[in-house]
């Protein structure tokens, strides 16, 4: 009887060992979740971000868009000596626009469709790549979509 006792005693408290390490590890892989979250939203540059020092641009020949076109539409504050990050821009699509012009008969129906422009904005510290974000602005003509451009990288940049 004695013996039975003590193997059951074993029982319940490796039983009970048992349940107390699956606690312990359900609350290792929240506290490992809340963690790697919290060190994710502290290394993100998201918001952070506010000015670089320099920006370089890339645009594929074959768009009718330049360089020229595409810097003179930067926010101004965007550029600051101060500021530890780099940017570049990859410019990867761009249309002015399209202008249709429908016949029916004896009509003509002239229509517009807007322009585009899709960029990758590469934001670098130090030689290597912090963050990339993707940016698509529209509107009507080349301007309008430059200006576009302009504020959706102001609004990537925003305090």
Same mark, same amino acid.
């Given at each position: ?29 929240? +506290? ?5 979250? +919290? ?34 539409? +930067? ?85």
């Amino acid at each position: 009887m004695k013996i039975y006792m003590t193997h059951t005693l074993s029982a319940l408290t490796f039983a009970n060992k048992l349940k107390y390490i699956n606690i312990r590890l359900s609350v290792m892989r929240l +506290l490992t979740i809340f963690f790697t979250a +919290l060190l994710a939203a502290a290394t993100s540059c998201s918001g952070k971000v506010k000015s670089v020092s320099t920006v370089s641009i890339t645009v594929p020949e074959s768009l009718v868009v330049s360089e020229s076109e595409i810097r003179a539409s +930067l926010p101004e504050g965007l550029i600051s000596s101060e500021s530890e990050y780099q940017l570049e821009i990859a410019v990867y699509s761009f249309s002015s626009g399209i202008e249709t012009i429908n016949y029916s008969g004896s009509d003509f129906n002239v229509g517009h469709r807007e322009g585009n422009i899709k960029a990758v904005l590469k934001l670098n510290s130090g030689g290597k790549l912090i963050e990339n974000r993707f940016i698509e602005a529209s509107g009507n003509g080349k301007d309008a979509v430059l200006n576009g451009l302009k504020d959706k990288i102001r609004a990537e940049f925003a305090e």
